[in-house]
């Protein structure tokens, strides 16, 4: 096959591409390589039709003679994905760095901070968000990942401004809400988270934030409504020990006892609702029982007790999928 009759069947084959006839275009791509074998993009597009069809192995090889032909970013990208499918984290990372060395690709350095997470390395991650935030180049899902990390870091001051840009972007899920009121109430805003929830659209979730946070001010009364309204609803485990912590703080011992035995009889290791029976049995003069309670209490795994969104990003949860659609544009000439 002369070169021009090759062109123009490389070209159909292009067609049969977009049209995602994959099979039917792999196969004149393949009857072409003994005729334009010095063609990088014959062998990306080879590449790229193979890793639609999980033919891992075949792909990298030809991903790497484009490469070879010639160093495109696209091309180079487009291995760095393959090695992500094919989890060689290493080797990815190794050449992220050395696709951001010559050229800032949010794509990739997004990806970058995925893969310095999976392996429990938050510092560059943190570093590389940082970076792609000052230059307007992270999407409100990796803002909203950033103000974990910096809560988490309880940096509560940036991880608030973050969490508010990524909630004003339109990431405005309950995580993002919670973190930011999280950390505004380690900052002792309570005013301010007040204000915060009570403009947006009233939940069961928002509204059991709020009790807890007119009990920080010393609103015992407001967060105890808001208690009961919720308990008439849903007399979960979370809210009812809850609400016993409010009636024992507010002396109400032997009320607080009952909601704390309701809790323990749903769940006999649960060491909130265990401390503070204890907790009300000294205060009733019930010594002996007390002991024996917080004894017990001792004995329980503090495990797992932590809010949810404390663990949210080291378990990959925040970041999960992320990678879809990242190798769209950017990685397109």
Same mark, same amino acid.
């Given at each position: 096959?002369?070169?021009?009759?090759?062109?123009?069947?490389?070209?159909?084959?292009?067609?049969?591409?977009?049209?995602?006839?994959?099979?039917?275009?792999?196969?004149?791509?393949?009857?072409?390589?003994?005729?334009?074998?010095?063609?990088?993009?014959?062998?990306?597009?080879?590449?790229?039709?193979?890793?639609?069809?999980?033919?891992?192995?075949?792909?990298?090889?030809?991903?790497?003679?484009?490469?070879?032909?010639?160093?495109?970013?696209?091309?180079?990208?487009?291995?760095?994905?393959?090695?992500?499918?094919?989890?060689?984290?290493?080797?990815?990372?190794?050449?992220?760095?050395?696709?951001?060395?010559?050229?800032?690709?949010?794509?990739?350095?997004?990806?970058?901070?995925? $893969?310095?997470?999976?392996?429990?390395?938050?510092?560059?991650?943190? +570093? #590389? @968000?940082?970076?792609? /935030?000052?230059?307007? !180049? *992270?999407?409100?899902?990796?803002?909203?990942?950033?103000?974990?990390?910096?809560?988490?870091?309880?940096?509560?001051?940036?991880?608030?401004?973050?969490?508010?840009?990524?909630?004003?972007?339109?990431?405005?899920?309950?995580?993002?809400?919670?973190?930011?009121?999280?950390?505004?109430?380690?900052?002792?805003?309570?005013?301010?988270?007040?204000?915060?929830?009570?403009?947006?659209?009233?939940?069961?979730?928002?509204?059991?934030?709020?009790?807890?946070?007119?009990?920080? $001010?010393?609103?015992?009364?407001?967060?105890?409504?808001?208690?009961? +309204? #919720? @308990?008439?609803?849903? /007399?979960?485990?979370? !809210? *009812?020990?809850?609400?016993?912590?409010?009636?024992?703080?507010?002396?109400?011992?032997?009320?607080?006892?009952?909601?704390?035995?309701?809790?323990?009889?749903?769940?006999?290791?649960?060491?909130?609702?265990?401390?503070?029976?204890?907790?009300?049995?000294?205060?009733?003069?019930?010594?002996?029982?007390?002991?024996?309670?917080?004894?017990?209490?001792?004995?329980?795994?503090?495990?797992?007790?932590?809010?949810?969104?404390?663990?949210?990003?080291?378990?990959?949860?925040? $970041?999960?999928?992320?990678?879809?659609?990242?190798?769209?544009?950017?990685?397109?000439?």
């Amino acid at each position: 096959m002369n070169r021009e009759l090759a062109i123009q069947e490389f070209l159909k084959a292009s067609a049969l591409m977009e049209q995602k006839d994959y099979q039917n275009a792999l196969e004149i791509f393949y009857g072409l390589i003994p005729a334009l074998s010095d063609v990088p993009a014959l062998h990306y597009n080879i590449a790229q039709i193979q890793m639609k069809l999980e033919q891992w192995s075949s792909a990298l090889e030809h991903i790497d003679l484009a490469i070879t032909l010639e160093a495109k970013v696209s091309y180079r990208v487009a291995k760095f994905q393959l090695l992500q499918q094919v989890s060689r984290y290493d080797q990815a990372i190794t050449l992220a760095r050395e696709i951001l060395a010559d050229e800032i690709v949010p794509s990739v350095a997004q990806n970058l901070a995925f $893969l310095y997470l999976r392996q429990d390395d938050v510092a560059p991650a943190v +570093e #590389l @968000l940082d970076d792609l /935030r000052a230059l307007n !180049y *992270l999407n409100p899902r990796f803002l909203f990942s950033l103000g974990v990390l910096k809560y988490q870091s309880k940096l509560d001051s940036e991880a608030e401004e973050i969490l508010t840009e990524a909630i004003n972007a339109g990431y405005s899920s309950w995580d993002a809400i919670q973190v930011l009121v999280a950390s505004m109430e380690r900052q002792n805003k309570l005013k301010e988270a007040i204000d915060f929830l009570l403009s947006l659209e009233t939940t069961e979730k928002s509204q059991f934030v709020l009790a807890r946070l007119y009990k920080g $001010l010393g609103h015992a009364g407001r967060s105890r409504t808001i208690m009961l +309204e #919720l @308990l008439a609803k849903d /007399r979960s485990i979370e !809210y *009812l020990t809850f609400h016993g912590h409010l009636l024992r703080e507010e002396g109400e011992h032997e009320d607080a006892l009952d909601i704390y035995n309701e809790v323990v009889e749903r769940d006999e290791n649960n060491l909130a609702a265990i401390k503070g029976s204890a907790l009300s049995m000294m205060e009733l003069g019930r010594h002996e029982e007390a002991n024996a309670l917080f004894e017990q209490g001792e004995k329980i795994s503090r495990g797992g007790n932590l809010p949810d969104f404390d663990n949210m990003l080291l378990n990959l949860d925040v $970041l999960e999928g992320t990678s879809e659609g990242l190798f769209g544009k950017d990685s397109e000439e």
